[in-house]
């Protein structure tokens, strides 16, 4: 995942799996130790630690994001298939008002299947330029989303366009 590719619904469950495996949270730290609970009180469960001599803090930096990944990682797994969800459900909505705008749009002004074309197209540039911009380029579906999906360096260099 280090190459800005999405995550796979494969890898987003091999995510969760481990998570789930994992000592129950929340989790805190002490200074480069980590254990279960919300803060640290005598008695809590040690998880482990993070102990590097030599570092100006001796690691409390990585124990400090290790106890919080605990309740961040599932959390934003969560994030991740909810946005995954309503993306889905956009993708289906505006396949719906394509088809009753091609429809409402034939029987009303009698246009062919060519203008109708042109008139997604224009209402999909209203909508977002980048995409009306990339369409006009020649680039397919496929590739403006794979395209939009990346960071926008990524999009820069490929497109060479600067506002991307």
Do not use: K
Request: glycine letters at 8%.
């Amino acid at each position: 995942m280090t190459d800005h590719t999405p995550p796979t619904t494969q890898q987003l469950d091999d995510i969760e799996q481990r998570a789930n495996a994992a000592t129950p949270g929340p989790w805190c730290t002490d200074s480069w130790e980590i254990y279960q609970g919300a803060e640290f009180e005598a008695g809590a469960e040690w998880i482990g630690e993070t102990c590097r001599s030599g570092e100006m803090d001796d690691g409390r930096a990585d124990a400090e994001f290790v106890a919080h990944a605990r309740t961040d990682v599932p959390a934003l797994l969560a994030e991740v298939r909810r946005l995954r969800a309503v993306l889905d459900r956009t993708r289906a909505l505006a396949l719906l008002e394509a088809a009753d705008f091609l429809r409402d749009t034939h029987h009303q002004y009698g246009m062919n299947v060519q203008e109708i074309g042109t008139a997604l197209r224009n209402a999909a540039d209203d909508a977002d330029p980048m995409v009306g911009s990339l369409a006009r380029d020649g680039f397919g579906l496929d590739e403006i989303a794979d395209m939009l999906s990346r960071p926008v360096v990524s999009a820069v260099v490929e497109t060479g366009e600067a506002n991307a």
